[in-house]
């Protein structure tokens, strides 16, 4: 369905990204995505989700600059399809691109990129370092504190909460539940 398997995803991503970080952060939000696609009634899509949450960050580690920008120029040589470049670009909307989410899919990519991290943030700072045994409190609170994973933006986690018509602690306590599947 997407022009694209899993594993030329993955070596494509490869090519433009060798930080531990940025490749472990590019599979939890494919995970995620696909959580999310079999959770809101997109299983025959999940494949898609997750390359398009796989994707997402192409361009991050060596065109910070050009977020969102450059990985269109670099996907479109590689003939990938144009959902999955304007779905991923979507993500930058209002930062560095005005491709504005407009699929459940794009809206949810929007949403947990930066809530991921800062749920990942919050879990490395417990004493049990799992994910299993986190609770929304833990999240909201981490949240409030602006300089705590001060990467992570607050607003853009709203912002997205807003475009899904998810209260923001049904966005938190899903995301929490997505990971609990793939993560420890």
């Not at 990129?113 to 919050?122: H, N, P, Q, S, Y």
């Not at 299993?132 to 833990?138: I, R, V, Y």
Request: aromatic share 10%; net charge negative.
């Amino acid at each position: 369905m997407c022009g694209i398997t899993r594993n030329e995803a993955w070596r494509l991503l490869t090519e433009y990204n060798k930080d531990e970080f940025h490749l472990e952060h590019a599979e939890i939000v494919e995970n995620t995505m696909k959580y999310f696609a079999k959770e809101l009634g997109y299983e025959d899509e999940v494949n898609y989700w997750g390359i398009v949450g796989l994707l997402h960050d192409l361009d991050f580690e060596q065109y910070p600059n050009e977020h969102c920008i450059k990985s269109q120029e670099i996907m479109k040589e590689r003939g990938i399809d144009e959902r999955i470049i304007y779905s991923t670009a979507s993500h930058g909307y209002g930062l560095t691109v005005d491709i504005k989410p407009e699929h459940e899919m794009e809206k949810v990519l929007f949403a947990v990129d930066e809530l991921t991290g800062l749920i990942g943030a919050v879990t490395v700072m417990r004493p049990s370092k799992s994910v299993q045994d986190l609770e929304l409190k833990s999240v909201k609170k981490k949240f409030k504190t602006k300089a705590f994973a001060a990467g992570c933006s607050r607003e853009v986690i709203e912002q997205g909460a807003d475009m899904l018509g998810w209260s923001l602690d049904e966005l938190m306590q899903r995301t929490i539940e997505a990971l609990r599947t793939f993560r420890d």
